[in-house]
């Protein structure tokens, strides 16, 4: 029998630590792997498995503009593209969508959009303010935007022009703003940095702060988008509306797709030749978007999610009275991380893995959660009593 692992170790560059487990085919919020054992997946491809898998809605869409079109350029016209920028627009803040495709390109994409928009119209001004511990992207653009130094520090020197300060520290801002200051770009809950959630106030501080300032306020919602946290889009929980948006990961059910949506005079900035990508706003990728978020908005999915989040978040928080080494429950909607008193979280997953729950160690302390939005209630159940087992493994009885 094929060892695939091996092979994968000799053919590939070694850039992940994959957990060792060769996964083969899924159905909803369960997949198998080549030897037939099945997992609840509660990684959910990170983030980008709204509907789970093989979904007939996104199977089906996927199978008819296969035998249509799947590539044309943009050179041309196509109806996906405008059906799925169409919805967007009509159930967001914002007025105009470029495509492309992935989170990084989207990210670039609006950093492109914000520098352009302060070459028109702020003199110049190009600097943008970034948070500590925020996640853009690994491009040079979108790495240099991302605060997390160890990631960054190897690969200097990046695109210049990006500031880090402290994140949920407002008045940080506000002294590292500038005359060359052109936008903010924040994650409205920081996802890879362990899914760290906002102060009350932080974002509408951001807002505010932007409004006094005339900066733009870019909202990475790669991750906290498409229904994820409980509602279309995380704003809206906020009560604080974008200038600019960086949308991915769920937005086409698992089919490579990124957006950057945008109010209208800021688009405007951007003319025949400022940017463009070969394959962004392909008819395949667009129509598997549009099937996919179509079903997420008229099946409300987002509220759906909410619900999920609070059967999953009640019982994860009951263990925090069981399980001294369970400090803390956060996040919101399906983006959920458990932290923990100590660095166990890779034997925590392992733990999990040889059980049947797939699980993520967002940090060395912390187990992140993302089932897609159909989770069912009896899987959070399951998934819940096999992390509670987990942890007593690993921690033997708990503490
Ligand atoms: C995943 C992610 C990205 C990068 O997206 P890719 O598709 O991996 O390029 C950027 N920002 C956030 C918040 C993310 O979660």
């Known amino acids: 029998m094929t060892d695939w692992i091996a092979e994968e170790h000799k053919y590939l560059f070694q850039n992940y630590g994959r957990q060792p487990v060769v996964l083969d085919h899924g159905s909803g919020t369960r997949v198998w792997d080549v030897d037939g054992k099945e997992y609840l997946d509660f990684v959910g491809g990170l983030a980008v498995n709204a509907l789970g898998h093989a979904h007939p809605v996104v199977a089906e869409a996927l199978a008819a503009q296969s035998q249509q079109l799947i590539h044309t350029s943009n050179l041309f016209y196509t109806k996906p593209m405008i059906e799925l920028a169409k919805l967007l627009v009509e159930h967001s ?5 470029f495509f492309c495709n992935s989170g990084t390109e989207a990210i670039e994409g609006a950093i492109k959009l914000a520098r352009r928009w302060g070459h028109d119209t702020r003199g110049g001004a190009y600097e943008i303010i970034a948070m500590q511990d925020g996640f853009h992207g690994r491009s040079t653009g979108a790495l240099a935007a991302t605060g997390t130094a160890r990631y960054r520090e190897p690969f200097a020197p990046l695109a210049p022009g990006f500031l880090h300060v402290p ?9 590292a703003t500038t005359p060359l200051t052109v936008a903010i770009l ?11 959630m906002p102060a009350p106030g932080y974002l509408q501080g951001l807002r505010e702060w932007c409004d006094e300032r005339h900066l733009l306020l870019i909202f990475d919602e790669i991750q906290t988008g498409v229904g994820r946290t409980g509602s279309l889009w995380a704003y809206e929980q906020e009560g604080v509306e974008p200038d600019i948006m960086a949308l991915a990961k769920g937005l ?11 109010r209208e005079a800021i688009a405007a900035h951007l003319v025949p030749g400022d940017h463009g990508t070969t394959f962004g706003a392909n008819p395949l990728a667009t129509a598997v978007g549009l099937a996919t978020m179509r079903y997420i908005i008229d099946n409300e999915l987002a509220e759906a999610a909410a619900r999920a989040s609070d059967r999953l978040m009640t019982r994860l928080r009951s263990m925090e009275d069981r399980l001294p080494v369970v400090t803390e429950v956060r996040g919101r909607g399906l983006l959920i991380a458990v932290g923990l008193s100590r660095d166990i979280s890779a034997d925590v997953v392992a733990a999990c893995r040889e059980r049947g729950l797939l699980a993520n160690n967002v940090r ?9 939005l159909i989770v069912a209630d009896g899987e959070i159940d399951r998934a819940c009593d096999i992390l509670e087992e987990a942890i007593m493994a690993v921690t033997k009885h708990g503490s």
């Open 364 to 372: 060395p302390n912390a187990v992140r959660l993302m089932p897609p």
């Open 252 to 262: 086409a059910g698992g089919v490579p797709i990124g957006a950057v949506l945008a």
């Open 186 to 196: 924040v994650e409205p809950i920081q996802g890879e940095g362990g899914v760290n």
């Open 167 to 175: 994140w949920n520290d407002l008045q940080a801002v506000k002294d």
């Open 93 to 97: 803040c914002l007025d105009r969508v």
